[in-house]
């Protein structure tokens, strides 16, 4: 028997509840996982797992081995952790969630360059708006844009973007330009749905930042929809910088309500905590601070979490 392998198996079944999900992360089937941990039963003459139709717990020579095994596995990765960072060059397979818009138009070049300089580095880059389980769902890093709530996760925010609220030229002449929050009652406005509070758009009053509710006619869940609607002069949206900012430049778009502009999104890569974080996940995350803080976005800083973060923009 692999008893490694088996503590391994029974280690990740105790922390998701789910001899499919452990199966999963492990890269094993679900009948394999369950041949391990009945060996390992077995060998050990206890059960250590009770298992009904619908879910499986510890039992309570589960629980005590869980205490003792999972810091022993967490001692051996270290170890291997320590001496796999002592290579010349990170290799290996980093499993990345990226949110939709800013991956598509920001993150292509950054990750060309970082596989070009770490030739032994594989990427997988999964595209999703919702917010991923990086334990559960098998991920080295998320990136994330918005508020951080507590997570047991570490954080580094790489860069700031700005919120526009911008319109086409062509429907501010024809509806005139809004003077202060409270006249875009007067506008048809785009809702991005994506957003945390789509009908509360915040804007700065002196030192306090303010809510607004709005309400428009038309509400799509991407930015990038949001563009394209002002763009055709459907009203005023708000939108984060790095989504309209070349329009803006060229004039295709135009910034209105300016001196209330009341927040900055972070852009954040978030790991899980460990002794030993990765060295993969460090260049990784090193190398996406170093590229945005060379072309002016950077805000480099770290932070610890403490608890679940479940409610991103």
């Known amino acids: 028997m692999d008893k490694l392998g088996a ?10 509840g789910s001899f499919s999900a452990a199966a999963s992360l ?3 089937s679900k009948a394999v996982i369950s041949k391990q941990l009945a060996m390992l039963e077995a060998a050990l003459g206890v059960q250590l797992l009770v298992r009904t139709t619908r879910r499986v717990r510890l039992s309570d020579a589960g629980r005590a081995y869980l205490e003792r095994c999972a810091p022993l596995l967490a001692d051996l990765e270290d170890l291997e952790s320590s001496v796999q960072q002592s290579q010349s060059s990170p290799r290996g397979l980093l499993r990345v969630a990226g949110p939709q818009t ?18 032994e580095l594989e990427v997988e880059l999964v595209l999703t708006d919702r ?34 609220i911008c319109a086409a030229p062509a429907y501010l002449a024809r509806r005139g330009v809004p003077r202060t929050p409270e006249a875009l009652a007067e506008h048809d406005l785009v809702l991005d749905s994506n957003l945390r509070q789509p009908q509360t758009w915040r804007f700065q009053r002196g030192s306090r930042t303010v809510g607004v509710r ?3 006619r038309l509400q799509v869940n991407s930015a990038v929809m949001v563009r394209h609607f002002l763009l055709e002069g459907a009203g005023i949206g708000l939108c984060p910088g790095f989504v309209v900012e070349d329009d803006i430049a060229a004039g295709r778009l135009v910034p209105v309500l300016e001196k209330f502009a009341g927040y900055r999104l972070g852009i954040y890569a978030l790991y899980p905590h460990t002794r030993h974080v990765p060295r993969r996940v460090r260049v990784f995350v090193d ?10 976005r950077g805000a480099d800083s770290a932070l610890r979490l403490e608890h679940d973060d479940r409610d991103l923009a």
């Open 214 to 216: 709005v309400a428009g």
């Open 26 to 28: 492990l890269g094993r």
């Open 287 to 296: 190398f996406l601070a170093d590229y945005f803080a060379a072309r002016g």
């Open 7 to 16: 503590m391994r198996a029974f280690v990740k079944v105790a922390e998701t």
């Open 102 to 119: 800013f991956s598509e138009l920001h993150l292509a070049t950054p990750l060309r360059a970082f596989l070009t300089r770490y030739p």
């Open 131 to 164: 917010l991923v389980d990086l334990v559960e769902q098998g991920f080295d890093v998320a990136l994330r844009i918005g508020e951080l709530e507590d997570s047991r996760l570490l954080a580094r925010r790489l860069a700031d973007s700005s919120i526009v």
